[in-house]
């Protein structure tokens, strides 16, 4: 498959950043005859909004470009893929300081009758979170180096080690997710290497998660650029789950080629790389729930979430070597 340059995401984010002066610039409209510097506010709005065309035609134009030519060229020409695989998988479950959920997690996914086994990987708990769920029945392993990227890292890399399941499951164990969406993932896992479960349909979301409306809409903007860098060769509305089905022979490609130093970022940084090295991804819509116990990811505060979103951006826009720490 030929490379052209995504024209698609410079065009977004540049019409972006057009509206965003624009509508800046129409904001000052009652701060610049309050304020002090009526002149100076004056000239700024109006320079903002003459000036924010600049970027939205701009975007506009990549973006045509790229929907109208390349979309064409950039879609691989392939037929849609059916590759059966026995429905029998490894788990394996993230966890840090939660104590207050793991025995449910993963008796949850014990009972579930495609679950070979359950892994938690706990990335240096400080509480008993080891203990319970190794009294739980789950396979125990302490990641002593901290960070998101390192415990999924490592939950991935154990859980491949077992030869007698061909799929790999990786959640987390806080209990935001449920053992029966396997049964969702599995139906896709013939045409795929990767399912990624999707949080972003409505009814399948509780009222009351850790995300926030704008890191909910957020999550769907950072998506839709992964998808227009990608374009045609998947349709993407969630980076940040970690709930996600990957066929043990895609991993054993994937993992020497992503960076467990990068830390929360991961899950973007996971998908960026299968799509770039031709990797089939499929997303599933999966039910999000109220997790048990306090944030400690990406989710504390928007604020969190918005620098979460913006390392995504840059990782996705130029390379994830910065992000690793």
């Known amino acids: 498959m030929s490379f052209h340059p995504p024209y698609l995401l410079y065009g977004l984010l540049s019409a972006t950043v057009g509206l965003v002066m624009y509508l800046f610039g129409v904001l000052l409209f009652i701060p610049r005859y309050i304020l002090p510097f009526h002149q100076w506010w004056n000239a700024l709005s109006e320079w903002l909004v003459w000036y924010s065309g600049i970027p939205l035609v701009l975007g506009l134009v990549l973006t045509v470009i790229d929907l109208l030519y390349l979309f064409s060229h950039r879609k691989p020409d392939v037929p849609v893929r059916y590759d059966p695989v026995a429905p029998r998988v490894t788990v394996a479950l993230t966890a840090y300081n939660d104590e207050e959920s793991i025995t449910e997690a993963v008796q949850d996914f014990l ?124 349709t993407l509305t969630d980076v940040g789950t970690t709930y996600k089905l990957c066929r043990r022979s895609a991993l054993e490609r994937l993992l020497p080629a992503v960076d467990p130093a990068i830390n929360l970022e991961f899950n973007a940084h996971l998908l960026d790389t299968a799509l770039s090295m031709e990797l089939v991804l499929v997303e599933c819509p999966i039910t999000f729930h109220e997790r048990v116990g306090v944030s400690k990811g990406g989710n504390v505060n928007n604020w969190r979430g918005f620098t979460v979103g913006i390392r995504m951006i840059r990782g996705i826009l130029f390379n994830w070597r910065w992000a690793a720490t």
């Open 111 to 234: 009972a579930h009758p495609a679950v070979a086994r359950v892994i938690v990987v706990s990335n240096n708990s400080r509480d008993a979170t080891f203990q319970r769920a190794e009294a739980a029945g789950a396979i125990t392993i302490n990641e002593l180096q901290p960070g998101y990227g390192r415990c999924v890292f490592r939950c991935l890399s154990e859980a491949a080690r077992y030869e007698d399941a061909d799929l790999v499951v990786l959640c987390e164990g806080d209990r935001t997710f449920r053992s029966y969406d396997i049964d969702k993932l599995l139906a896709y896992a013939p045409h795929c290497d990767i399912v990624n479960g999707t949080r972003i349909v409505e009814p399948l979301r509780q009222y009351r998660t850790q995300l926030s409306t704008f890191m909910y809409y957020g999550n769907l903007f950072v998506a839709k650029l992964l998808e227009a860098k990608h374009l045609g060769r998947g």
